[in-house]
RNA sequence: GUUCCCAUCGUCUAGUGGCCUAGGACAGCGCCCUUUCACGGCGCCGACAGGGGUUCGACUCCCCUUGGGAACGCCA
């Protein structure tokens, strides 16, 4: 960085009316990279100048998935700042000094114009399929005649004195110059009869007081920003670099929502996701470092982050492609990483905690995590190291527990009671010899095996599991199965 | 209706006038590895929306068309 340039300084500027959506957290994501990159200010304001929408549990859950997603701000709520409050509803005051000085300069007026009147104006414009837009009655109202109504105790707004002339041009980092007529511009709210400030007052005020060198944020934004740009003139303030991030689509080519399935990053946070794979994949949409790469960690995308490459063009989210990613993760992840986030799911499923020993847990995660996808998987493929199984993959049992499986089961059952241990070797040898004396491949003994011990036609290499689950756990189970297969009661079950 | 934005395989993307017979990844398909499932390896399928320019030369630059998206609130 030159010493020239200014510090960079990017905000994340949610309102709090719900829950954290996996666009907003794209957002959050590039402006924390983007600081992160470039050794400047990540900040957190809250945009709560709609009283009737305030959520405070909203609040509380935002904040708490931009700490999962490991997206720490350093000036904002909760850690304070140079700048605080943080909060737009506790600077009030700013904004309405701020109304009165674009007021006094004529950049601005009060309008008496009610919400009914509005209401009936834009309607009647859209049935004479005419642009929706304020015809500014109260624009020519003498300023003293404003005041008198204004004494007289009047409900009123501060409205925008958008030029009649001219184009108001300016530059989307990522597309160039954006240029408007000023005459299809209206003239906006910037002050609701509240004494609330409107978003774009209040983030102009903010983004300027708060030293916003870069404001990136969803490209639903770029036919305000002109107006945007007017107050920046208005007030004499260099506006920042815009940077309008394209919209993130679901599969459809729709927008991503809560009725197609998942698009909070809660959603994905229940559904398995660990927060690593959430930041690499989000960062993907719509950014590329340009090489190959695509499994980055936080601190390879913070090396690599450049607001220069990224794209223009909405992306689809594809969950499939999530999925590999957060597998790539759990290849990459210990044991250890896991053991806390899994242990509680096992409990939640009806195991006790307690009845087992933590290195017991380490040994079935490290036997489980390399072929899960997602965290729920070690629940709904990974019972059976708890819990004996009390049913058999349908289609597996088929093949597997045939005529002769109740004979073959006991074979293998006597054999392995009086193993000399229960080491995996051991347990390999002794299949590899049993299939020979047999006359049988050892696939033929270890597909069986599997189905008895475990219930299910997958997972792990067979002579680990059943060093795992020990020689008293093998030997029952083989039993059970045997039993069930001999009276013709083996439950199956569809497995996913 | 008005205005604005966008446009490479099904999806995410590389590509900034010749390196492109367009590269990678996910998904799909096939083979290999393997006791299974995953992982991994190899291969197949598969795209520059269309039309005009500019240029010796366009995926790359310009225009139009088409398609998709967004905004038009005293919501953000």
């Known amino acids: 960085m030159t010493s020239s340039a200014p510090r960079v300084r990017v905000r994340f500027a949610p309102s709090p009316t719900g829950y954290l959506h996996v666009g907003g957290a794209r957002t959050a994501i590039f402006n924390w990279l983007f600081a992160k990159h470039m ?140 240029d408007y007529q000023n005459r299809i511009l209206d003239d906006m709210v910037l002050l609701k009869t509240d004494g609330f400030p409107t978003y774009h007052l209040a983030n102009v005020v903010d983004d300027h007081d708060m030293r916003i060198t870069h404001v990136m944020r969803g490209d639903e934004w770029i036919p305000s920003t002109p107006r945007h740009v007017i107050m920046y003139n208005a007030f004499g303030w260099e506006p920042p670099t815009f940077v309008h991030l394209p919209v993130i689509l679901s599969p459809d080519g729709g927008k991503l929502s809560k009725r197609k399935g998942a698009a909070s990053v809660g959603d994905y946070r229940d559904l398995g996701y660990l927060p690593e794979t959430m930041v690499n994949f989000l960062s993907l949409l719509g950014w590329a470092p340009g090489d190959d790469q695509e499994f980055m960690e936080m601190d390879k995308l913070v090396e690599l982050f450049n607001i220069e490459k990224i794209n223009a063009k909405s992306a689809v989210f594809d969950e499939k492609k999530l999925e590999w990613l957060n597998g790539q993760y759990f290849l990459r992840r210990s044991v250890e990483y896991f053991l806390p986030l899994v242990k509680p799911m096992w409990a939640a499923a009806g195991i006790d905690p307690n009845a087992f020993s933590d290195d017991y847990f380490r040994t079935a995660i490290s036997l489980l995590k390399d072929r899960s996808k997602r965290l729920p998987d070690f629940v709904a493929y990974g019972m059976y190291f708890f819990r004996e199984p009390e049913t058999f993959d349908e289609k597996s049992s088929k093949k597997h527990f045939g005529p002769g499986s109740e004979k073959l089961l006991n074979t293998l059952r006597e054999a392995l009671e009086s193993a000399p241990d229960f080491e995996t070797g051991t347990l390999e040898t002794l299949y590899k010899a049993t299939a020979e004396s047999l006359g049988i491949k050892g696939g033929d003994l270890i597909h069986p095996t599997r189905l008895a011990v475990s219930g299910l036609p997958f997972g792990p290499g067979l002579f680990e599991l059943m060093h795992a689950l020990g020689r008293e756990a093998v030997v029952r189970r083989l039993r059970f199965a045997a039993d069930a297969i001999a009276n013709g009661q083996v439950r199956t079950a569809v497995t996913a």
């Open 39 to 178: 050794g400047g200010d990540f900040l957190l304001r809250i945009e709560d100048t709609d009283q009737t929408r305030y959520d405070e549990k909203a609040l509380v859950e935002l904040m708490a998935d931009l700490k999962w997603l490991g997206l720490q701000w350093v000036e904002g709520p909760e850690v304070g700042g140079p700048h605080a409050p943080y909060f737009q509803s506790q600077r009030l005051p700013m904004y309405q000094a701020a109304a009165k000085t674009l007021v006094a300069g004529g950049h601005a007026y009060p309008c008496f114009c009610t919400t009914e009147r509005m209401d009936e104006l834009r309607e009647t414009q859209k049935r004479n399929n005419l642009p929706t837009c304020y015809d500014r009655r109260c624009r020519t109202l003498p300023p003293e005649t404003a005041q008198e109504r204004i004494a007289a105790g009047e409900k009123y707004t501060i409205r925008l004195k958008v030029p009649f002339q001219g184009n108001t041009v300016f530059k989307d980092f990522l597309r160039g110059t954006i």
